[in-house]
């Protein structure tokens, strides 16, 4: 049990384009989703918090315009990485909890490379 | 200060031995505590969360809680090359986590 998907594992774009990650909980039903971008020899970085229906709260210094979060439904969140740019290169990683339960399921990452 | 800290390593460590990790926390009002293990290129998988002071053990890991100390380590016994990871250590405070930069772990055949 408890397992959450990533789509797509790798994506290649240019310098401009928009890029657009799925995040789904298959066996469950996530109340709340989260977002994590890691560099490189770094640690994960929370970028925001999404619960089902609401909007995303996002950490300190993470861009909301260019970071675009929905959590349409109780098992798929997605995040939206406008107008990217190189420095946007990263590991993105998702995760999803449920209602009064502190653990976190991570789904296995997608791979962001910017032109 | 950095919220959770823990050594990068690597600790190299021959196989059958015991690996040792350690981690400290600078919230004090921190209630859950997860180790997490994360293979080079892959996201991070739940070895063992833990919630009370004391030691909580799961096969071949134990972690070990002392929030008087504001301290958690997990201990790997009988360590396995498919062990060699990084190990990072998670605080849990108002259902988000904050992590450490993490431990690699080299296991020795």
């Known amino acids: 049990g408890a397992v959450v998907s990533q789509h797509p594992s790798r994506v290649i774009c240019k310098s401009g384009t928009s890029v657009k990650i799925e995040c789904r909980s298959l066996?469950?039903?996530?109340?709340?989703m989260f977002w994590y971008r890691q560099f490189p020899k770094q640690s994960l970085m929370l970028m925001a918090t999404?619960?089902?229906?609401?909007?995303?709260?996002?950490e300190q210094g993470v861009e909301k315009d260019k970071f675009l979060i929905n959590h349409a439904s109780l098992t798929l969140s997605t995040l939206t990485v406008a107008s990217a740019h190189p420095e946007d290169s990263s590991f993105y990683i998702c995760s999803a909890g449920t209602s009064g339960e502190e653990t976190q399921y991570f789904g296995p990452g997608t791979r962001l490379l910017v032109l | 200060q950095k919220e959770v800290e823990q050594n990068s390593g690597p600790l190299s460590v021959p196989e059958g031995a015991i690996a040792s990790l350690n981690c400290t926390y600078s919230?004090?009002?921190?209630?859950?505590f997860f180790w997490y293990r994360q293979y080079s290129g892959k996201s991070p998988e739940l070895i063992m969360f833990i919630y009370s002071n004391g030691d909580k053990e799961d096969g071949r890991f134990t972690a070990q809680l002392n929030k008087a100390s504001q301290y958690v380590s997990l201990l790997i016994r009988d360590s396995q090359p498919s062990d060699s990871a990084t190990y990072l250590c998670a605080v849990n405070n108002d259902y988000k986590l904050s992590f450490g930069a993490g431990t690699t772990v080299t296991v020795r055949a």
């Open positions: 066996d469950f039903q996530a109340t709340t």
């Open positions: 919230d004090r009002g921190s209630q859950s």
């Open positions: 999404s619960n089902e229906g609401s909007k995303a709260t996002y």
